[in-house]
């Protein structure tokens, strides 16, 4: 009853809020946080369709510790290279537009948490206390997205800096870090 039915779901979500981004950027009412989520949602796309060749490539390496090191790079590199490429392309101006901006991705975040709450395998044969105990953890990725939308939010203003003062890069490179 609670695993994903497939991973197509995950890019499906990962398509209906890039979707959703695109409206509000159309909309004009809330641009810069559907820009925000359409950058994410982008990142997310090559992360996973490339990640399929990157994944194969750490199949290879014998020590669990650097593939997982190795895909962090993969993964945030990813999302903070669309973030840096967005940023620099529309020329956010402002703080306020740069935390919408991130505001956004990190509201994909808690979405996608969301619907990997709601969109379970009903006919999965997980026992009772399996069902509560998968249920709860996915309750805990939630909470994490939750307060990783903070962190979102704090990178993309990294990135704004070392884009706007080039002379303070080393810094914002030397936070994210």
Same mark, same amino acid.
């Given at each position: 009853?609670?695993?994903?039915?497939?991973?197509?779901?995950?890019?499906?979500?990962?398509?209906?809020?890039?979707?959703?981004?695109?409206?509000?950027?159309?909309?004009?009412?809330?641009?810069?946080?559907?820009?925000?989520?359409?950058?994410?949602?982008?990142?997310?796309? /090559?992360?996973?369709?490339?990640?399929?060749?990157?994944?194969? =490539? =750490?199949?290879?390496?014998?020590?669990?510790?650097?593939?997982?090191?190795?895909?962090?790079?993969?993964?945030?590199?990813?999302?903070?290279? /669309?973030?840096?490429? /967005?940023?620099?392309?529309?020329?956010?101006?402002?703080?306020?537009?740069?935390?919408?901006?991130?505001?956004?991705?990190?509201?994909?975040?808690?979405?996608?948490?969301?619907?990997?709450?709601?969109?379970?395998?009903?006919?999965?044969?997980?026992?009772?206390?399996?069902?509560?105990?998968?249920?709860?953890?996915?309750?805990?990725?939630?909470?994490?997205?939750?307060?990783?939308?903070?962190?979102?939010?704090?990178?993309?203003? =990294?990135?704004?800096?070392?884009?706007?003062?080039?002379?303070?890069?080393?810094?914002?490179?030397?936070?994210?870090?």
């Amino acid at each position: 009853m609670q695993r994903l039915a497939n991973p197509a779901s995950f890019l499906l979500l990962v398509l209906i809020i890039s979707i959703i981004g695109a409206a509000l950027i159309l909309n004009n009412g809330i641009f810069y946080l559907g820009l925000g989520i359409m950058a994410w949602g982008l990142a997310i796309f /090559f992360k996973v369709i490339l990640g399929i060749f990157v994944h194969s =490539l =750490l199949l290879r390496i014998k020590r669990a510790r650097a593939a997982s090191l190795i895909w962090g790079f993969w993964s945030a590199g990813c999302e903070l290279l /669309f973030a840096a490429l /967005f940023l620099w392309k529309f020329e956010l101006i402002s703080t306020l537009s740069v935390i919408a901006f991130g505001l956004g991705a990190g509201l994909c975040e808690l979405a996608i948490a969301a619907g990997s709450i709601a969109i379970q395998d009903k006919n999965s044969k997980e026992t009772e206390s399996e069902v509560k105990e998968i249920t709860g953890e996915y309750w805990r990725v939630f909470y994490e997205r939750f307060f990783s939308t903070i962190g979102q939010v704090g990178s993309r203003l =990294l990135i704004w800096l070392g884009l706007m003062h080039s002379e303070i890069s080393p810094v914002a490179v030397a936070v994210l870090r």
